[in-house]
């Protein structure tokens, strides 16, 4: 890892999360501060890329990762039949705090019924 993040600290369960799904390369938690019934981040394990604008074509892949994580999450928790949404905040004026790239999955409730993702 390139840099240090709240994130890579989760990664390395130094600070504790509710981790809801992991593989090689993806890890997938509660958010702490839901802005939906169902609200999940999605981050890359391997990397810190501070925002999407930093991701370069070699890494491109990492995003195609996250979003199919969010998808299995999404069908295996019963969400997909109902819909979900996968926003990515870049930088400050968009909500991201967290600079670490990271996919939010919102679910659980009509999309005008929750809020838009912050960090």
Same mark, same amino acid.
């Given at each position: &890892? ?85 926003? &990515?905040?870049?930088?400050? /004026? ?5 600079? /670490? ?19």
């Amino acid at each position: &890892m390139t840099s240090e993040t709240l994130f890579s600290k989760i990664i390395r369960r130094e600070i504790p999360a509710t981790i809801v799904y992991e593989d090689e390369e993806v890890l997938g938690f509660k958010d702490i501060a839901p802005q939906a019934p169902v609200h999940v981040l999605f981050i890359p394990k391997n990397e810190v890329i501070p925002t999407l604008d930093d991701v370069t074509p070699g890494q491109a892949h990492l995003i195609g990762k996250l979003a199919l994580a969010a998808a299995q999450y999404a069908r295996e928790q019963g969400l997909a039949e109902d819909g979900y949404r996968i926003v &990515m905040n870049c930088r400050e /004026h968009a909500g991201q705090t967290v600079f /670490h790239i990271h996919l939010h999955l919102l679910a659980g409730a009509p999309l005008g019924h929750f809020g838009a993702p912050g960090q």
